[in-house]
């Protein structure tokens, strides 16, 4: 049975810094690409970032861009996101999903999810 379980949300003031990890079981994780979503309060969820099954290709969605690093450790399962310079724009619910092979930024390509972890960010 597969399981993706993310941690490391939290509230923090605008300007600060998070880190999530997502931890997966049950798949070869080095045989998945990795991704974060997430989903505001009246929002559709939206794409952050993806990295690919080595870890050496990476893409992030353009308002993250130099704010925001993906990083996985195929030894320990876990694809990890660092938040810099958080905004109180980013207060969501973030998730993390696992997709067979290739970088993808569409939700639909990803077949495995965890639960969500809340980040908030107070102004």
């Known amino acids: 049975q597969v399981q993706v379980v993310e941690s490391g949300g939290g509230l923090v003031q605008a300007g600060g810094s998070l880190r999530l990890s997502c931890a997966a079981s049950g798949l070869i994780f080095s045989s998945y690409a990795m991704g974060w979503f997430r989903q505001a309060p009246g929002k559709e969820r939206e794409f952050v970032a993806t990295i690919d099954t080595s870890g050496g290709r990476t893409e992030y969605a353009d308002s993250m861009k130099g704010r925001f690093t993906i990083s996985r450790d195929n030894a320990k399962n876990t694809v990890y996101l660092q938040m810099d310079s958080l905004k109180p724009e980013d207060t969501a619910i973030y998730y993390c999903?696992?997709?067979?092979?290739?970088?993808?930024?569409?939700?639909?390509?990803?077949?495995?999810w965890g639960q969500g972890t809340q980040v908030t960010v107070s102004s």
């Open positions: 999903a696992a997709k067979r092979l290739r970088i993808g930024s569409l939700s639909s390509e990803y077949r495995y």
